[in-house]
């Protein structure tokens, strides 16, 4: 079973259990959380237990859990893999999320199967394929344009999901190893370097500087808050949130702002006729006004979705440059005066600001105090910062200064800030011997209570109808509210009788009780897909290291579908000369404006740039950038250091693990 056609699901991060909390609490459909291992995040790991009560809160709304089981397995772990399946599965998990198709040649708990980001999905063909064997969702490739999108949607059924918001991997999802030739940490095990993020010289064939300390591999943030409806149309019904390592508030603050857009898309499509709806249960309130700039980001982008356009790196840094907010007007030698842009905004001891210093570096500043001067209302403030000497370093008159850190709104998502509460619609009857009231929540499922009443008539009519109302809407910590339409209650009494509130509030109580566990009882675990017969074949029948296949099982898998030529993974050390490192839709040359379909070269003062070959350095690491103009593609090129390359992947025993190219006699 897959999200039905009509509905959304919003899909959120969670790096622990209290977080997937906070998420359905503000919205979320569906939760993605690491498991106890093999969760594609080496500092992500949860407990079983933990899992099973995030379950347990989940399921009461009709939301899901899905665990990431998404690393690349060594033949020594898959055994751990398919016992890890097995407690997900008995903690009640509705999914896991896997990138390894070895896992499916074992033997794996009946529990639904989505196809990790990691799996790099950017065809038609790769969509239905893994649709074929089992998969119920998939998440395309997040540098997909709308037109794509609806390509693979004309060839699946299956639940697309897509990315609309967080930080943005340069490579596509599973074709970066810079990290394991690098450092030996291999993105695809979950232990990713970020080498995306440092600053590089960009030097072209002839030496010459094209970039001085640029962040050129370095994305800023997708946001796709615009596209919603677009994105819609185009046949995604999962819309993820990026974050297993992000913390409370961002996850608070970035649910809540999908679930309003969508339910505002929701609503929007009422009109039109082209019902849609969410794929949980209840609505949600809160206590604050989402906002994605109060989060850290380093500025946004819709990336591709849209199709190319040139503004989509953060090249002069990877951190958080904030929202502006003024300029300086004085400075001393331990504090600096600032007028604010708008003269009503506040400042707070604890903020933070940040400025860019005369190397173009960010620099922040943790304020220690934040007071007005003059005049209420003409936004100018003292500010003094923790660490003067530092934070004070090339501040000048008319620096522009933003804020990164506004802690009135970190103290407003410390405390408890949503509501979620599912529609219920009370019926209050007459029975010969009392009464008999009934719940019927959203979802039609219902809760019954009977009282034995001794019949009175009420002396003040009117007032005893307003009562019973106003008990009969109480429904306190509970999941619950009254429905939505203009008669939630339901009097069916021959007369208003006098019915005392110690009757009435266990009454509605017990009935609360039914309802709930009938919720309960309801439930349904989505069921895994079943493959076709016979199998489906792979859509091609070489794959080299670009396809991760890391152990024996995978290899099985691969060659039961119709692969004549397997190369082992890049972290099996098979490919010890130049390869490409990092395949990209981001170019740096198009970046800076050295592509041929903008110019033929650039001239500045030391002459024509020739746009290739250019070079990335950092220190000492070097690699080498070439461009597959046809599909619009960069290829990071470069090596295994020397030292990674002699430490062989070990099991678990301290055996050296070998790893087989399945070819056909004869094949080179």
């Not at 808050?225 to 409370?248: H, T």
């Not at 009392?434 to 719940?439: E, I, P, Q």
């Not at 898998?557 to 010890?576: Q, T």
Request: hydrophobic share 40%.
């Amino acid at each position: 079973m897959s999200v039905p056609n009509h509905q959304l699901e919003l899909l959120s991060p969670a790096r622990d259990a209290d977080i997937g909390i906070a998420a359905i609490n503000h919205g979320a459909d569906a939760v993605y959380i690491g498991g106890p291992s093999f969760g594609a995040r080496a500092h992500a790991d949860n407990s079983a237990s933990d899992i099973a009560r995030l379950v347990r809160h989940a399921h009461r709304f009709n939301a899901r859990i899905f665990v990431t089981l998404n690393t690349i397995l060594r033949d020594d772990e898959l055994d751990g893999a398919r016992k890890l399946a097995w407690q997900m599965f008995d903690a009640g998990v509705d999914a896991l999320i896997i990138q390894d198709m070895g896992l499916l040649e074992l033997d794996l708990p009946p529990i639904q199967l989505h196809a990790s980001t990691q799996a790099d999905i950017r065809t038609p063909e790769k969509a239905r394929f893994l649709q074929d064997v089992g998969l119920s969702q998939i998440v395309l490739a997040r540098e997909l344009n709308l037109d794509q999108i609806a390509a693979i949607r004309a060839q699946t059924h299956c639940t697309l999901e897509y990315f609309v918001h967080g930080a943005l991997c340069v490579a596509y999802s599973g074709q970066c190893y810079i990290s394991h030739a690098h450092t030996g940490r291999s993105a695809n095990r979950g232990d990713c370097s970020q080498a995306c993020r440092l600053p590089y010289q960009v030097v072209d064939g002839q030496g010459r500087f094209v970039a001085h300390d640029k962040h050129v591999l370095s994305m800023k943030d997708n946001n796709q808050s615009a596209n919603l409806s677009a994105l819609v149309d185009a046949g995604i019904r999962s819309f993820k949130i990026e974050g297993r390592y992000k913390d409370l508030a961002y996850v608070k603050n970035i649910t809540a702002h999908y679930r309003k857009l969508l339910d505002q898309l929701i609503e929007a499509r009422e009109v039109t006729g082209r019902p849609l709806s969410r794929s949980s249960s209840g609505s949600t309130t809160f206590t604050f006004t989402p906002d994605p700039n109060q989060n850290f980001n380093r500025e946004f982008t819709d990336y591709f979705v849209n199709q190319r356009h040139i503004d989509v790196a953060a090249l002069d840094t990877p951190k958080n440059p904030g929202v502006p907010l003024g300029y300086v007007s004085q400075v001393a030698a331990d504090w600096v005066e600032l007028q604010t842009n708008d003269p009503g905004a506040v400042l707070h001891n604890g903020d933070g600001l940040c400025y860019f210093d005369l190397q173009q570096e960010l620099v922040g500043m943790a304020l220690n105090t934040a007071k007005p001067v003059g005049k209420a209302g003409a936004g100018k403030w003292r500010v003094v910062p923790k660490d003067p000497l530092v934070e004070l370093k090339d501040l000048r008159l008319g620096t522009a200064l933003n804020r990164n850190r506004d802690m009135s709104w970190v103290r407003a998502l410390e405390r408890a800030s949503s509501d979620r509460r599912i529609g219920v619609w009370v019926t209050l009857e007459e029975t010969p011997d009392g009464l008999a009231l009934t719940l019927t929540d959203e979802d039609g499922h219902q809760g019954h209570a009977t009282a034995v009443l001794d019949k009175m008539p009420a002396k003040d009519p009117a007032r005893a109808r307003a009562a019973l109302r106003e008990h009969l809407s109480r429904f306190g910590g509970s999941d619950f509210c009254l429905g939505t339409s203009s008669q939630p209650i339901t009097l069916e009494l021959s007369q208003p009788w006098f019915v005392p509130a110690s009757l009435l509030n266990p009454l509605r109580r017990e009935a609360v009780g039914q309802l709930q566990a009938a919720r309960a009882a309801a439930y349904q675990r989505p069921l895994r897909a079943v493959p076709v017969e016979p199998p489906a074949p792979y859509p091609e029948d070489t794959l080299s290291y670009l396809s991760n296949v890391y152990n024996t099982a995978a290899r099985d898998f691969h060659a039961r579908h119709g692969v004549k030529v397997i190369d082992a993974a890049y972290e099996s050390h098979e490919e010890p000369g130049e390869v490409s490192l990092m395949i990209t839709k981001h170019c740096v040359r198009f970046s800076l404006s050295l592509c041929p379909k903008q110019a033929k070269g650039v001239t500045g003062v030391q002459g024509t740039v020739k746009a290739e070959p250019l070079t990335l350095i950092n220190g000492k690491e070097k690699l080498t950038l070439r461009f597959d103009c046809k599909p619009c593609e960069m290829h990071v090129v470069g090596r295994i250091r020397k030292s990674i390359l002699q430490a062989a992947p070990q099991s678990e025993a301290g055996a050296p693990l070998r790893f087989y190219r399945t070819r056909p006699a004869g094949a080179r």
